[in-house]
């Protein structure tokens, strides 16, 4: 859930991150609210955009 907040902070705000991830805004919020467990490929998806950023 960290690596999902993070590149939510990172890319300003749920549509771009959702767009991003190539996933509907209702699959994220899903996530974000821990409605929904975050698939393992989107996990490192969202771990990678974040990290992306930091550098």
């Given at each position: 859930?960290?690596?999902?907040?993070?590149?939510?902070?990172?890319?300003?705000?749920?549509?771009?991150?959702?767009?991003?991830?190539?996933?509907?805004?209702?699959?994220?919020?899903?996530?974000l609210r821990g409605h929904e467990v975050v698939?393992?490929?989107?996990?490192?998806?969202?771990?990678?955009?974040?990290?992306?950023?930091?550098?």
């Amino acid at each position: 859930m960290q690596a999902l907040s993070r590149a939510l902070q990172d890319c300003g705000g749920e549509a771009p991150l959702a767009k991003k991830l190539g996933v509907p805004i209702e699959v994220l919020s899903g996530w974000l609210r821990g409605h929904e467990v975050v698939p393992p490929d989107m996990y490192l998806r969202a771990r990678h955009l974040a990290a992306v950023r930091r550098r």
